[in-house]
């Protein structure tokens, strides 16, 4: 694999042309961009970034094309109708699950996990057509934007009574067309 514009070499990095400072918790200052970048991929991936990352005006994503492609079209599939908050929340979802330990630890294993994700099965993800908007709001996802409150698991609200995930999950919220979910304690 290549360098990267942000000179990562061990994977490819999205950028965008931001600057944002990212406050910690318990911290009088933010962390560094590359301290910030380090931990995201430690805690999305539990890697550790090898290249000395410095990406000026850019903030970078640890994440492959191959990864960011899955991302876009199962939110498109799964969410295109809905708002920003409802595309993040989706990716949200899927997040959670690869820091879990009930669930694959990659990103391609976790929606191509048998019977999870219907676009999966029923041919939606292979149609999908992921536009601008959509790419932005996995972004923000991948950036820490987070409403889900933990959840692992989503449906559509739709056919929702009486369903699996309403009898075996706790639902922890509903937003636009989708009820979320964590598992009962």
Not at 95 to 108: A, S, Y
Request: aromatic content about 8%.
């Amino acid at each position: 694999m290549g360098t990267c514009c942000c000179g990562a070499t061990d994977m490819h990095t999205l950028c965008t042309l931001q600057t944002i400072e990212h406050p910690v918790p318990n911290h009088d200052t933010p962390m560094s961009r590359q301290e910030f970048m380090a931990a995201l991929h430690i805690f999305y991936i539990g890697g550790s970034i090898d290249a000395d990352i410095d990406p000026g005006d850019s903030e970078c994503l640890p994440f492959t094309p191959e990864e960011l492609d899955v991302l876009y079209r199962i939110a498109w599939a799964e969410a295109r109708g809905e708002d920003d908050k409802g595309l993040i929340l989706v990716i949200n979802v899927i997040m959670n699950r690869v820091r879990h330990t009930d669930f694959p630890n990659d990103i391609q294993s976790v929606v191509f996990a048998p019977d999870q994700f219907s676009p999966v099965t029923n041919g939606a993800f292979d149609r999908a057509i992921p536009d601008e908007r959509i790419k932005n709001a996995i972004h923000r996802a991948l950036q820490g934007e987070d409403y889900s409150q933990g959840a692992t698991f989503f449906r559509s609200v739709q056919g929702a009574e009486g369903s699996w995930h309403e009898r075996a999950l706790h639902r922890v919220l509903t937003h636009g067309n989708h009820h979320f979910y964590v598992t009962r304690r």
